[in-house]
């Protein structure tokens, strides 16, 4: 069974209805956030200008002849690396992978304190015995801390003084 191209066309053209509808709706904050990231990013995008002309001059002719060892793969590589970057932006965008904002850590914290303050809390966890669970977390807590520890010193005991 064939169908009419006018109900072919028809969720197309809702779609295409819903899209601009949706993207239609703006307001201040958004635009004002809009507004601050390009801003960021074209900070960012001068500095890092900045960064590969020092590179540039750091490296000299051996960065030259580095460069010249890709030959004609080079316009290709630099085409996949843009590619990869914006397809990178776009998952970034779509999976929402931003730190928290300051109101979430402050919740967070607020609330962290808020139980540990409150002594019927306490009576809940050791009635439960949710305290061995509470005990677990702070254990994997504190060795995270401790192997950050031990690779910052780069030594399992002290400090290498010498």
């Known amino acids: 069974m064939v169908r009419p191209a006018s109900r072919i066309a028809q969720p197309l053209r809702h779609r295409l209805q819903f899209q601009q509808t949706r ?29 590969a002309e020092k590179g540039r001059k750091f490296l000299g002719p051996v960065g ?5 060892v890709f030959g004609a793969y080079r316009e290709p590589l630099a085409f ?6 914006e397809f990178l932006k776009q998952i970034y965008v779509a999976e929402r992978l931003q730190p928290p904002s300051l109101s979430t850590v402050q919740n967070a914290y607020n609330t962290i304190w ?7 809390y306490w009576r809940e966890i050791f009635r439960t015995g949710e305290y061995a669970k509470i005990g677990i977390y702070a254990l994997e ?3 995270i801390f401790k192997v950050g520890e031990i690779v910052g010193r780069r030594s399992f005991v002290g400090y290498n003084i010498q």
């Open 23 to 51: 993207f239609a709706s703006t307001n201040s904050s958004t635009e004002a956030a809009q507004k601050k990231a390009q801003d960021a990013f074209a900070s960012a995008q001068k500095y890092a200008g900045q960064a």
């Open 64 to 68: 030259d002849k580095f460069a010249n």
């Open 80 to 85: 996949n690396f843009r590619v990869a970057r």
């Open 114 to 120: 808020s139980r540990a303050s409150n002594l019927s």
């Open 141 to 143: 807590a504190y060795g």
